[in-house]
Nanobody, 123 residues
């Protein structure tokens, strides 16, 4: 009933930039927050940045000043502008959303994830 579809990953050289996008679709009634997480094989999934419907943003210390999260509420899309990328940013990036959607006449609230997009920073 709910889909989060990421795009924009790829290979970039150190110091370069990428912009990730994540669009939510389905019978969504309300989105409370959206964000980005990343995961390296064998390690836990870590928060990168989140933004709430009221505009509160949160960043991991490792990306502050380099990454910017933004959101288009009408398009139900969240973006992650990543600048000054380095090898430590290499990971699979996952989009997440806390939302309420309509399941028939019932409403359901929960956390949903995209399928992930690979970001590789290498020369």
């Amino acid at each position: 009933q709910v889909q989060l579809v990421e795009s924009g990953g790829g290979l970039v050289q150190p110091g370069g930039s990428l912009r990730l996008s994540c669009a939510a679709s389905g019978r969504i009634a309300r989105i409370y927050a959206m964000g980005w997480y990343r995961q390296v094989p064998g390690e836990q999934r870590d928060l990168v940045a989140t933004t709430t419907s009221t505009g509160i943003k949160n960043y991991a210390d490792s990306v502050k000043g380099r990454f910017t999260i933004s959101r288009d509420a009408v398009k139900k899309t969240v973006y992650l502008q990543m600048n000054s990328l380095n090898a430590e940013d290499t990971a699979v990036y996952y989009c997440s959303a806390r939302l309420t959607y309509m399941d028939g006449i019932d409403s359901r609230t929960g956390d949903y994830w995209g399928q992930g997009t690979q970001v590789t920073v290498s020369s």
